[in-house]
């Protein structure tokens, strides 16, 4: 009997601990890591560390490191390194050298995951966008097997024409995707036109917090909801009516720690979503042991793409996964206290809460709900 379970490539994870950094922190960064490397199908085969103020210009770690890394890429049969940064393209090419096996960074693997999960052509011209914008810098250590057959002076060898060639296609290629999601771009802005009038909410938050289960819920649909990273792409709008009134939900891609510049420039069609929307729905894992890091990240992405100063709901979510040292009451006082904008503690899953949810998305309207109404009487 043939066995067709697809192999699993091997990856060893490498991390570097700043000065503003704990080993603790620099852990759970790898854990993601792990995470992200299971999404793309991959499994981890070990971890490597180093405290270093700045990073290698040369190979990103020390010398003594790479050959420690070495050692372990050949006693674990790597296929590949796995960074948990962006390396120039100097560094990938002296690793590659030095380790003898395939080098990705931390921006390699995102971008390969969201080409995996491109459902729509919306999706797949943005990711193409992206991949293009992060190999053009990249080329010219794609063509190292040439250097030997450069000319002289005054000449040009096979292998710089070759990288000329192909920065030339490569740059026509990205001028090509940025007009064809102009055109996608506009026909969205017609759309969202056509929905003005109407309360307009958008589900932001941290990639694998529930987003996508929450609008299921609050909307009847069977959006696809994955325990994986970057399981949505594809911006999602859905109709939520709570008590008569009607709202459009729609569920975004997840933010994460360290997103590729040029992901957030090319899904700026996609953000539009939320930049245009009257309130955000901010999910968070409230059972995720680096939440709160979490929160300024998503805090931090909403800054750069202008919608900072939205009317904002923090959603804790899967409070249902908290364990014994992590109490509710304690959390919702804290977070009650230190937060300015609504807080509601809720789990998607076992839908617990979901009223108390919808109360707050018709306060922030200034719709009166009936429960408050009948309270009011009674």
């Known amino acids: 009997m043939i066995d067709n379970t697809p192999v699993q490539e091997k990856a060893v994870l490498v991390s570097v601990i700043t000065r503003n950094q704990t080993a603790e922190q620099v852990d759970e960064y790898l854990d993601e890591l792990s995470f992200l490397l299971e999404t793309a199908g991959g499994v981890e085969v070990g971890r490597l560390c180093q405290q270093l103020d700045v990073p290698s210009t040369k190979t990103y770690i020390g010398t003594g490191k790479v050959l420690e890394l070495k050692q372990l890429v050949e006693n674990s049969e790597a296929d590949m390194v796995i960074f948990d940064d962006e390396l120039s393209p100097a560094q990938i090419r002296n690793l590659e050298q030095e380790l003898e096996c395939r080098i990705l960074d931390r921006t390699s693997l995102i971008l390969d995951i969201f080409a995996e999960h491109a459902q729509t052509a919306n999706a797949k011209i943005q990711v193409e966008l992206a991949q293009c914008q992060y190999m053009l810098p990249r080329l010219a250590g794609m063509w190292?097997?040439?250097?030997?057959?450069?000319?002289?002076?005054?000449?040009?060898g096979p292998g710089e024409t070759e990288i000329e060639t192909d920065r030339r296609i490569l740059r026509n290629k990205i001028s090509l995707l940025k007009e064809q999601l102009k055109k996608i771009d506009v026909q969205q802005s017609v759309q969202r036109t056509n929905r003005k009038g109407m309360h307009r909410i958008a589900v932001v938050g941290y990639t694998n917090v529930g987003k996508s289960t929450l609008l299921n819920l609050l909307t009847k649909s069977d959006i696809l909801a994955e325990n994986k990273l970057f399981a949505t792409l594809d911006t999602t709008v859905r109709k939520?009516?709570?008590?008569n009134n009607p709202f459009l939900l729609s569920d975004t891609v997840g933010f994460i720690r360290k997103l590729p510049t040029m992901?957030?420039?090319s899904f700026k069609s996609t953000l539009n979503e939320v930049r245009e929307s009257d309130l955000l729905l901010h999910v968070v894992d409230i059972s995720h042991p680096d939440y709160e890091q979490q929160i300024e990240t998503v805090k931090k992405t909403l800054n750069d793409i202008g919608a900072a100063n939205k009317s904002t709901i923090l959603v804790f979510n899967k409070i249902d996964a908290l364990n014994g040292e992590q109490s509710l009451e304690n959390l919702k006082n804290i977070w009650l206290a230190k937060e300015n904008t609504p807080c509601v503690f809720i789990s998607a899953a076992n839908r617990i809460n979901i009223d108390e949810l919808k109360r707050f998305i018709l306060q922030s309207y200034n719709i009166q709900s009936y429960s408050d109404l009948s309270e009011e009487n009674y």
């Open 144 to 156: 190292t097997h040439l250097e030997r057959q450069r000319g002289g002076i005054g000449m040009r």
């Open 263 to 265: 992901l957030i420039e």
């Open 240 to 243: 939520l009516v709570i008590e």
